[in-house]
């Protein structure tokens, strides 16, 4: 909308200006709001992230996570199949359906998460809790033969206790890891999440044994103040 003698008048509270910014917006408190969800909320509302995710159809802002993995390092391929842990609401199996190519047949993608998802064309959706004793078993039976990405998204939720918090992390990590050893074929990709800081020894050197490239890496997409950050292991080695 522009004023008589032609410039644009200013873009609405919320909206984006010329520069393609998002113009912030304030987010009052409501009666019976934490201030944390007030907080939440505004930071969720001033996110481009967020909004180019809602623009594009996609399911959550994470999404952005894994195409700016696989843009850095290459990480799917048309006709792969994937094995998505942890994948609810669905933003990381959207990406994964299109990089493999799943709607035109070229590839396979199996989602699990013990939170219900949505059901998504170009995917196999199971709701399963990963860390029963016998959760990797069923998954294998569900695959019939190795895959080519492990990748997880898997988180515990926080408890604001930062050792805590680390060692769940790290426990779904090692999850992960545990299963991707089992199931990728050679060459394989395997993603997982990890706090700042990395991973684990332990797990380090698992990875190293059995990928020949292992990197830690924070999408852009990850927010700033977040301790998140992810391994990319690549270059399977194959069953010793």
């Not at 050893?181 to 394989?188: H, S, T």
Request: hydrophobic share 40%; aromatic share 4%; net charge positive.
């Amino acid at each position: 909308m522009t004023e008589k003698n032609g410039k644009k008048k200013p873009g609405a509270r919320g909206s984006s200006d010329t520069t393609g910014r998002l113009l912030h917006t304030k987010v009052k408190s409501a009666r019976g709001r934490k201030v944390s969800s007030t907080l939440w909320l505004e930071r969720q509302l001033n996110d481009p992230y967020v909004v180019e995710a809602r623009a594009r159809g996609l399911r959550s802002r994470a999404a952005f996570k894994l195409m700016q993995l696989d843009d850095k390092y290459k990480l799917l391929k048309p006709g792969d199949s994937v094995v998505d842990l942890g994948a609810a609401p669905g933003g990381w199996t959207q990406v994964a359906i299109d990089r493999v190519g799943a709607l035109k047949g070229k590839g396979q993608v199996l989602a699990l998460d013990i939170l219900v998802m949505e059901p998504m064309a170009g995917a196999k959706v199971i709701q399963l809790d990963f860390t029963e004793d016998d959760a990797d078993v069923k998954v294998k039976e569900m695959l019939g033969g190795p895959v080519n990405a492990v990748i997880s998204d898997m988180a515990a939720p926080t408890t604001g206790h930062r050792q805590t918090d680390h060692i769940r992390i790290v426990y779904m990590c090692e999850l992960a890891l545990d299963f991707a050893v089992d199931v990728l074929a050679p060459g394989g990709v395997f993603i997982a999440k990890v706090l700042k800081g990395g991973t684990e020894n332990d797990i380090l050197e698992l990875l190293k044994k059995n990928f020949s490239t292992v990197r830690h890496a924070k999408p852009e997409a990850s927010r700033a103040d977040s301790r998140e950050a992810y391994v990319v292991a690549t270059g399977f080695r194959g069953k010793t």
